[in-house]
């Protein structure tokens, strides 16, 4: 840095929020909510490692809003299913905001951890979410709820075609897929679209300038040429 200059102030938390809430459209109790959840979160984190611990000062606008604008693009649906769930992102989040609509939605947290689906059940349980956690692999959850869901989403848990193996079940019987995805989608579509036929729209990111969401729908699985 040449002499003279200044560094750039660092964000804190409070900033982050402020600017996480501003873009937030919820009433007072969901925020309340959504503040009861980032502080057990902050609590849980000193004993497991639910979120990178570079990413806590952005908590609010990394993770929190983030996952919001999922739960916007599939806003009209009342039944999702969340795979590696994690830390809640964003399947706790967007059970969290169901909540200032009639019905809230019903949101299944897909967690193989069994540290962390103890968080989301807790993470449920202080904050009235409508959550159902399974403390199991999304091979063995997701065929029981085929047909019941109407929208699948994953954050940072696998490649797209990899996604769309998983949510198979799902999205051969009616469900949507959100998938928010970085600067490798356009090879991971090509992958993708080499096992099964789909449509996607590709959303602009809210959050993240290089990204987008992978709205999948109509997924069939490609039938392999037979031999002569």
Known sequence: MAAGARAAPERGRGDDRELAVASLDVSRETLERLELYAELLLKWQRRINLVSASTLSSLWTRHILDSAQIAGLGAAERHWA???SGAGFPGLVIAVLSMD???PSEVHLIESDQRKASFLREAARITGAPAIVHAERAETALPRLSGRIGAVTARAVASLPD???LAEPLLTTGATGFFPKGQTLESELKRASSLFEFEAE???SKTDETGRVAVIRHLRRRIPPTRP
């Open 163 to 165: 996604l769309l193996v």
């Open 82 to 84: 969340d795979i590696g």
């Open 202 to 204: 590709l959303v602009p």
């Open 101 to 103: 609509h009639s019905p």
